[in-house]
């Protein structure tokens, strides 16, 4: 098992930037890519960003990608994600998750393990 804990969302404006964390214990941390996934109100779950186990890849939702940065600290079993230039369509539940596929967690699947989520909002 994996428990995995977000953290650091919040209200902001258009334009800031945040940073959330997903704290991880359990299972070697170190063995699992990670994801970063959000769920805006009456939308589907959409993929925001991935990373592999030894942080040397990354890969990220278009809609993303040059503002958003997804990071891990393998030794203090925690990964990132820094949002910068927000837009309220930013607004959602962010989910962290783990799972030992690199093909499933760059695509954004089903992953293994979920936490429990964190609300970011952008005000415009």
């Known amino acids: 098992q994996v428990q995995l804990v977000e953290s650091g969302g919040g209200l902001v404006q258009a334009g800031d930037s945040l940073r959330l964390s997903c704290a991880a214990s359990?299972?070697?941390?170190?063995?699992?890519?990670m994801g970063w996934l959000r769920q805006a109100p009456g939308k589907g779950r959409e993929f925001v960003a991935a990373i592999t186990w030894s942080g040397g890849s990354t890969y990220y939702a278009d809609s993303v990608k040059g503002r958003f940065t997804i990071s891990r600290n393998n030794a203090k079993n925690t990964v990132y994600l820094q949002m910068s230039s927000l837009k309220p369509e930013d607004t959602a539940v962010y989910y962290c998750a783990a799972d030992r596929s690199w093909s499933l967690a760059r695509r954004g699947g089903d992953y293994e393990y979920w936490g429990q989520g964190t609300q970011v909002t952008v005000s415009s």
């Open positions: 359990g299972r070697t941390f170190s063995n699992y890519h």
